[in-house]
């Protein structure tokens, strides 16, 4: 547990409903939120945010799976929402910081080092601002998480949120409160099936059966949300940008990224980001330690 990351560049703020700044979105939800306290950056009125939460208790399918979808749903353009809970909530934020795309987490404690659950995701949360996103909560610093706070926080993830997908929930499930929230407020849920077998997952079935759209991939869930095409990005690409073709031609052996941005002289920032887009498309691994071979496929 590490108290002493330092918040201080994101100060936070105290936004009424009354505001022009309180998100549009959370305004004609049931019981909105009178004052939200966030740290970092709303989203804006042109973004699309897209809610992914699951249980705590997840399996490794459940974390991949959940890992998977964010990211390529960032990658399209999307703003994931989540509840940076252990569990799904956590593997979800992961993945899209680690694409350096905007996430925002919508917290049941105050926003204060002290308050936030659970302690091992200060760094994320630090992360998720540190990458353009944002924390938010309805809840003052030194508020503590209760029974209560967490089940009524998820009426403003679903509120933030086009839609919303549960990877993994047993029937007795916060994400599964989450998804009412989303059926109420006339929203589109999206629930990724399992095993007839997996008492994880009896939440996600219930949610098929009573509606909400099976998804295997994030194409289930660009295409039910008519995201356009040209806003996606597309890993089965042939074509490779100038950056794509000078890094894949050094790469005749595994070679850390300091290597890399030596023998091909282009710009940190823009290795960095052309190494994310390459390891997405298969076209390279990460080795750990930041070492990058040529991918299998």
Known sequence: ??????????????????????????????????????????????????????????????????????????EAGLTIVSGLAPGIDTSVHKAVVKRKRKTIAVLGTGLDPKSIYPKTNLGLAKEILDTGGCLISEYKPDIHGSKFTFPQRNRIIAGLSVGVLVVEAPLKSGALITANWAFLQNKKVFAVPASVYSTRSKGCHFLIKKGAKLVESSEDILCELEIEKEKRHKPTSGIKSKEEKIILDVLNQPMHIDKIIEKTGLPVSSVNKTLAILEIEGKVRNLGGNTYALGNR
């Open 1 to 74: 547990m590490n108290l002493s990351i330092n918040f201080k560049p994101y100060p936070i703020k105290t936004i009424s409903i009354r505001e022009e700044e309180y998100p549009s979105s959370l305004k004609n939800i049931q019981d909105p939120p009178k004052v939200i306290y966030i740290r970092g950056t709303l989203p804006t009125k042109s973004e699309i945010c897209f809610a992914i939460v699951g249980t705590r208790k997840c399996s490794p399918y459940g974390k991949q799976i959940a890992s998977e979808i964010a990211k390529d749903l960032a």
